[in-house]
């Protein structure tokens, strides 16, 4: 009789031994695993994790103002390249410096742009840029092209609505398919918009979108 207490005494302590044993081991584990990101999240480079606007590659495609539209950004070297507007792009986005510098829109772009602020100012398209973007109210107004900007991201309707280029602007955004179309500078507008959020296109690519031809 003693012997059989004994046997399930050793038993009951040998449960309680392996239980705890697989609890420290869990423990371990996810002291590991936290290890390991931290690690990660180290070595990653700064650019790259600082920003999530600026990693991998975004397109802009399809047709607007009576013209094709193919422009890729390279968010991680801040290089634009493509065609757009009848012309070709090259620009170059200085994320330390804040600046768009090179050609688009058959013209020289100069342009100095403040997150913070929400400001785009400079030159491009032949003319003065000066934009403010709310990013609470998503709204962008000012002036581009030589002509008053007022534009209203709604979204709720997933709606631009607005004028620019002394037309009215109306626009859908598909924020699953990311397609953009409507009507804009008097003429009909579809691009697909890829790795690229509606802020970051009016905060930065309006000027590329927005322009006329004539």
């Given at each position: 009789m003693k012997i059989a207490s004994l046997a399930a005494i050793l038993i009951v302590f040998a449960v309680a031994a392996s239980a705890l044993t697989l609890e420290d081991a869990g423990r371990q584990a996810n002291s590991l695993?936290?290890?390991?990101?931290?690690?990660?999240?180290?070595?990653?480079?700064?650019?790259?994790?600082g920003n999530p606007h600026?990693?991998?590659?975004?397109?802009?495609?399809?047709?607007?103002?009576?013209?094709?539209?193919?422009?890729?950004?390279?968010?991680a070297t801040g290089e634009v390249t493509g065609a757009a507007n009848l012309s070709g792009i090259t620009l170059k986005i200085d994320y330390e410096a804040r600046?768009?510098?090179?050609?688009?829109n058959r013209s020289p772009v100069d342009l100095v742009y403040d997150e913070d602020a929400g400001t785009l100012k400079g030159g491009a398209n032949l003319s003065p840029v000066d934009l403010t973007y709310n990013a609470a109210t998503h709204t962008l107004t000012g002036a581009l092209g030589l002509a008053p900007l007022e534009l209203r991201y709604d979204p709720?309707?997933?709606?631009?609505?607005?004028?620019?280029?002394?037309?009215?602007v109306g626009l859908v955004y598909d924020?699953?398919?990311?397609?953009?179309?409507?009507?804009a500078n008097g003429s009909a507008m579809e691009l697909t918009l890829d790795n690229l959020t509606i802020d970051e296109v009016l905060t930065k690519y309006v000027f590329l979108i927005f322009a006329r031809n004539s």
């Open positions: 695993s936290l290890r390991s990101a931290a690690l990660r999240a180290a070595v990653q480079p700064q650019a790259a994790r600026r990693r991998g590659i975004a397109t802009i495609k399809g047709g607007a103002n009576h013209s094709p539209f193919e422009i890729t950004i390279n968010k600046t768009i510098k090179g050609g688009a709720a309707a997933h709606r631009i609505t607005g004028a620019a280029n002394h037309s009215s924020e699953v398919s990311g397609t953009l179309k409507g009507g």
